[in-house]
């Protein structure tokens, strides 16, 4: 299983990004979101079996100690 913010590049594409999402079906195919850090590219969805994961770039991970925001009420104009 590949964690979440870690950098990932598709074996086919070279499409690389940072991975934001993942969707497990229930047929057994996991994919996962990467985001590029172009903000010109769409983010894209890729099969576990086609990436390959940077060892040497840290996971990006969030800072939530002072809470994540869901308890917060929404912003009113």
């Known amino acids: 299983m590949i964690k979440l913010g870690s950098y990932a590049k598709d074996r086919i594409t070279n499409f690389s990004g ?15 979101l990467l985001s590029p850090q172009n ?3 769409e983010p894209k969805w890729f099969d576990e079996q086609r990436l390959d994961v940077d ?23």
């Open 18 to 32: 940072v991975v934001t999402g993942h969707a497990k079906y229930i047929t057994g195919c996991d994919q996962y």
């Open 39 to 41: 903000p010109d590219k």
């Open 55 to 77: 060892p040497i770039i840290a996971p990006f991970v969030l800072d939530n100690s002072n809470g994540s925001g869901a308890d917060i009420a929404a912003p009113v104009k």
